[in-house]
């Protein structure tokens, strides 16, 4: 019986490491929703090329629309979010905040004035979704969903 369960577990184990080179892929769209999801089993390497930044372009950063005037980069985000304005007849962002998906205030980011950018942290928040509000000197908001891997 003691060699039975010897072999079960051996089998077990062996089943458990074929296993491990099994993937879930994920893909997002601009806004940070899940648009595709690929499982590749016993994959070595996956066939996705990821784009080595050496330094950041203008394509390379997210707009709410084309005529939109704050850009984003990336989206999801692993440790830093980066965000970039225009300042348009001394209208510039005046503060940043940071919300969970239940409302609270993580992070809050004032003293904006004559800056065009800034970079949140993001690496001691978990996996999941954040909103970024950023509010004018005029009092205009806006939010953008990010995805924090």
Not at 58 to 84: A, G
Request: hydrophobic share 35%; net charge positive; with cysteine.
């Amino acid at each position: 019986m003691s060699k039975f369960i010897t072999l079960l577990m051996l089998l077990c184990c062996f089943l458990c490491q074929s296993q491990a080179a099994d993937r879930i892929i994920f893909s997002y769209d601009n806004a940070g929703n899940q648009i595709q999801r690929l499982l590749c089993i016993n994959c070595a390497t996956t066939s996705k090329m990821s784009k080595k930044i050496t330094a950041l372009e203008e394509e390379d950063l997210q707009k709410f629309s084309s005529q939109d005037v704050i850009s984003y980069y990336p989206n999801p985000v692993k440790e830093e979010l980066y965000l970039q304005w225009e300042l348009i007849d001394e209208n510039y962002v005046s503060s940043i905040k940071v919300f969970s998906l239940n409302g609270q205030v993580l992070q809050s980011i004032s003293n904006l004035n004559k800056k065009n950018n800034q970079n949140v942290a993001f690496q001691s928040y978990p996996t999941g979704m954040y909103f970024v509000q950023l509010q004018y000197k005029n009092g205009d908001e806006k939010t953008i969903k990010i995805v924090k891997k």
